[in-house]
């Protein structure tokens, strides 16, 4: 059995991975007593008894808890967005390019990534890398997510207060903190255009790029070599050219994927070749947020990757 201590494990994002975890046949959770949780030499001691510390905590707490961790040099998985284009730190995508299970199973430190950024990573880096896409364009992606990606506070505006917006639509700075990730692990060449907005419902996610097509390249080649590059992923689907495959059609919405660590992708082409949109749909807390969590502490522990990666 390896210990895994979860720091912050009454969060959103730690309530799920303890949840998961409670199902994993090869890990047992270490807990912090409650009125001991902000006590830095409890912290230290919990830290020193696992394996893996699992930070599942505001960004300025994460930051103080990785000093903790490095002065007692711990292995941490950091599911905050601190540290996830920070130097020595590994990226927790396993999907990322074939040398990635290999970089995270080594590492002492992981940054889980961003839930936006792994819808867009997905579908845009292996077409950069390609040729298929410039690195250099000009992207624009647009994102909805359930109100979970919000916390507890958002969580609790649209669980107990009457008027919760339908839609909204926020990062309207055109600064979210998630465009460093996207920018860098896409492989851009410059920043995107990122506008993020939450619906009234609870979980599910849809990122989507629209892109204008060279007169050299088809939406069909898209569409290939991403079916391609994640034909033998076990988390990752890549559907039929141009079909919805679910019951929504002619929709496509972020539901129906509660709870699991699936990412199921889509290429829509229009009739005149010019255009295309790349679409991902998956759990904001699953492959989002918990499931990958789980996915990777499973790597770093050496264990088979799908194991309670699912509620």
Not at 56 to 65: G, I, N, R, V
Not at 122 to 132: N, Q, R, S, Y
Not at 237 to 242: I, K
């Amino acid at each position: 059995m390896k210990n895994v201590f979860i720091d912050g494990e009454t969060g959103t994002t730690g309530l799920q991975v303890r949840e998961r975890l409670l199902n994993h046949p090869h890990i047992k959770i270490i807990s912090i007593d409650p009125e001991k949780k902000r006590d830095e030499s409890e912290k230290r001691r919990l830290m020193k008894a696992a394996d893996v510390t699992v930070l599942c905590l505001p960004d300025d707490a994460a930051k103080a808890s990785v000093i903790l961790a490095k002065e007692e040099d711990c292995r941490i998985l950091d599911a905050s967005s601190v540290h996830r284009v920070a130097e020595g730190w590994s990226y927790g995508l396993p999907e990322l390019d074939v040398s990635q299970r290999d970089k995270i199973a080594k590492a002492q430190f992981v940054s889980n990534p961003g839930c936006y950024p792994t819808g867009v990573i997905l579908v845009l880096k292996p077409l950069i890398e390609a040729g298929l896409l410039p690195v250099d364009g000009n992207y624009a992606i647009n994102a909805i997510s359930g109100y979970s990606g919000g916390g507890n506070a958002l969580i609790d505006s649209y669980e107990k207060e009457p008027n919760a917006p339908v839609y909204g639509v926020y990062g309207l700075n055109f600064a979210h903190k998630h465009l460093p990730e996207l920018e860098k692990w896409s492989g851009l060449s410059k920043k995107p255009i990122f506008i993020p907005s939450v619906g009234n419902f609870r979980q599910g996610m849809l990122t989507f790029v629209p892109v204008e097509l060279s007169e050299d390249v088809s939406a069909q080649q898209l569409h290939a070599k991403l079916a391609e590059v994640y034909g033998k992923e076990a988390f990752i689907s890549v559907n039929d050219y141009n079909v919805i495959a679910d019951d929504a059609a002619p929709f496509l919405t972020p539901h129906n994927i509660d709870n699991s660590n699936r990412v199921e992708l889509s290429v829509f082409g229009s009739a005149d070749g010019k255009s295309c949109l790349l679409a991902a749909k998956f759990d904001n807390l699953g492959k989002g947020a918990s499931g990958a969590a789980v996915q990777n502490l499973n790597i770093m522990l050496g264990f088979d990757e799908s194991l309670a990666v699912e509620l």
